[in-house]
């Protein structure tokens, strides 16, 4: 028998939600994605390479767990928190011929990237818990030359921040730290309909592919404390908003105009500004 009809004759999703009591708690964030058209689409979206493993973070009954399966993924290592979830998983485990293993703990708690290397990167693929999806997202990319992609589920408003260009409102600390290290997608939306249960807010698909190298040079950590550090205050002129980096002095070593906003400048201008930061304190 193939993986493809093991898992296909598995028990539908809702009736293993229901065997398991596997009610949904939204302290876990539980937005169940039971729809089979936009599991598999996710999941193609996210271009499964077989030589690669694939970490799912909160698989949750499975339903996305089994499209990545049925769509090539040779080994994939799954984290959940739930241990509803993990005895639900249990007959997909069975189907899936060794493929698949399961790993329960919480997700802020794993190092994920030591699963990769730089020389054998993983693919991330997830339909995150809201709650936590931001640092998860933000710890991923202190170590991202151990993927070689993240197609992840976010609510819109994140995956807008993550994409965001400059002179928007959505631009911020996390388009910079995220485009500056990847190519950023925003692949789809998903309405609140499609999951069980509807959560308040439409859902976005992103998919992150890390650049071979940084687009400009700076250091990851610095131009991450200059980011923050701007858009703390971003309703304020950088040179009160930076002021305890050194403010108009730092801004003038970096060829910025103080009077300028955050969200005006582009990545090249903050890289600037982390490059002149380093090199006063050397
Ligand atoms: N992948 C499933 C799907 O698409 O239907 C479930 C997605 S649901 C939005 C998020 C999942 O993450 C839940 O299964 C939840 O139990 C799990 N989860 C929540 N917090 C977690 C954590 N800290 N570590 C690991 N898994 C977590």
Request: contains cysteine; neutral net charge.
């Amino acid at each position: 028998m193939t993986i493809e009809t093991d898992i296909a004759a598995l028990p539908p999703l809702k009736d293993i939600i229901r065997e398991h009591k596997l009610d949904a708690r939204r302290k876990l964030g539980q937005n169940f994605l039971l729809d089979l058209n936009l599991t598999g689409r996710i999941a193609r979206e996210a271009m499964i390479n077989p030589d690669q493993t694939v970490i799912e973070i909160g698989p949750g009954p499975g339903g996305l767990t089994r499209a990545i399966l049925m769509t090539g993924a040779k080994q994939v290592i799954a984290i959940e928190k739930d241990p509803r979830a993990i005895a639900a998983l249990q007959p997909l485990v069975e189907a899936s011929q060794g493929r698949l293993r399961i790993i329960e703990g919480d997700a802020l708690d794993i190092s994920v990237h030591e699963y990769g290397s730089p020389d054998q990167p993983v693919q991330i693929i997830a339909n995150l818990p809201y709650n936590i999806a931001t640092p998860l997202l933000i710890g991923w990319l202190d170590h991202i030359s151990h993927f070689s992609s993240l197609t992840l589920m976010f609510q819109r408003e994140v995956a807008e921040r993550i994409a965001a260009s400059p002179n928007t409102g959505a631009f911020g600390r996390l388009s910079i730290i995220c485009q500056w290290l990847t190519e950023t997608r925003h692949c789809f939306d998903i309405p609140p309909s499609a999951f069980v249960p509807p959560p308040k807010v439409t859902s976005s698909v992103v998919r992150l592919v890390p650049r071979q190298a940084p687009l400009f040079p700076a250091k990851q950590d610095t131009l991450q404390h200059v980011a923050k550090t701007a858009f703390n205050q971003r309703r304020k002129m950088l040179r009160a908003s930076l002021k305890s980096l050194g403010g108009q002095q730092l801004l003038d070593q970096a060829g910025i105009s103080g009077e300028k906003r955050p969200e005006q400048l582009d990545i090249p201008d903050f890289c600037a500004i982390a490059n002149a930061l380093d090199n006063q304190k050397n």
